[in-house]
C-alpha cells in the first residue's frame, strides 16, 4: 500500500465551508417550505425563540473562535504548512458553528409554527456568504 499525500489544508477551508453554506440553506429552505404550508409538528414556541438567540449569537461565537473578525483577510501567499492547517482548522470551525445555527433555525421552523427563525436565520448564512474563501 502507497501512503496518501497529505490533504492540502487550502483545498478543505474552500471545500468544507460551501457544503455547510450549502446544508444551512437546504435546511431553511425545507423549514419555510413546511411553516408556510403550515405543516409544522405544533411544537414549543420556546424553541423558536431559542433558534432565534443562537442565530443572532453564533456569529459572536464564530469571531471569537476564529479570531480574525467578521470578515476574515484574503489568505496570504507562502504561509508556513503549520500556519496554513490552522488557519484552515478555524475556518472549518467558523462555518460549523454558522451551519449549526442556521440549521437549528431551519428545523425549528419545521417543529414550531413561528416563521421568525427563519428571518434569523438568514444571519448566520448571510455571514457564511460573506467569509467564503477563494477556491483553491
Given at each position: 500500500?502507497?501512503?496518501?499525500?497529505?490533504?492540502?489544508?487550502?483545498?478543505?477551508?474552500?471545500v468544507?465551508?460551501?457544503?455547510?453554506?450549502?446544508?444551512?440553506?437546504?435546511?431553511?429552505?425545507?423549514?419555510?417550505?413546511?411553516?408556510?404550508?403550515?405543516?409544522?409538528?405544533g411544537?414549543?414556541?420556546?424553541?423558536?425563540?431559542?433558534?432565534?438567540?443562537?442565530?443572532?449569537?453564533?456569529?459572536?461565537?464564530?469571531?471569537?473562535?476564529?479570531?480574525?473578525?467578521?470578515?476574515?483577510?484574503?489568505?496570504?501567499?507562502?504561509?508556513?504548512?503549520?500556519?496554513?492547517?490552522?488557519?484552515?482548522?478555524?475556518?472549518?470551525?467558523?462555518?460549523?458553528?454558522?451551519?449549526?445555527?442556521?440549521v437549528?433555525?431551519?428545523?425549528?421552523?419545521?417543529?414550531?409554527?413561528?416563521?421568525?427563525?427563519?428571518?434569523?436565520?438568514?444571519?448566520?448564512?448571510?455571514?457564511?456568504?460573506?467569509?467564503?474563501?477563494?477556491?483553491?
Amino acid at each position: 500500500m502507497s501512503a496518501s499525500p497529505t490533504p492540502d489544508p487550502q483545498k478543505a477551508a474552500a471545500v468544507v465551508p460551501r457544503a455547510l453554506l450549502g446544508t444551512s440553506v437546504a435546511v431553511l429552505a425545507v423549514g419555510a417550505v413546511l411553516n408556510s404550508q403550515g405543516q409544522t409538528a405544533g411544537g414549543p414556541a420556546v424553541l423558536s425563540w431559542l433558534a432565534v438567540a443562537w442565530a443572532l449569537a453564533s456569529p459572536l461565537a464564530a469571531v471569537a473562535v476564529r479570531g480574525q473578525g467578521l470578515v476574515a483577510p484574503p489568505p496570504e501567499a507562502g504561509l508556513a504548512p503549520g500556519e496554513a492547517a490552522g488557519r484552515a482548522r478555524r475556518t472549518v470551525v467558523f462555518f460549523a458553528v454558522l451551519e449549526s445555527a442556521a440549521v437549528l433555525a431551519g428545523m425549528a421552523a419545521i417543529v414550531s409554527p413561528p416563521p421568525w427563525p427563519l428571518a434569523a436565520g438568514l444571519v448566520p448564512v448571510a455571514v457564511m456568504a460573506l467569509n467564503l474563501p477563494p477556491r483553491a
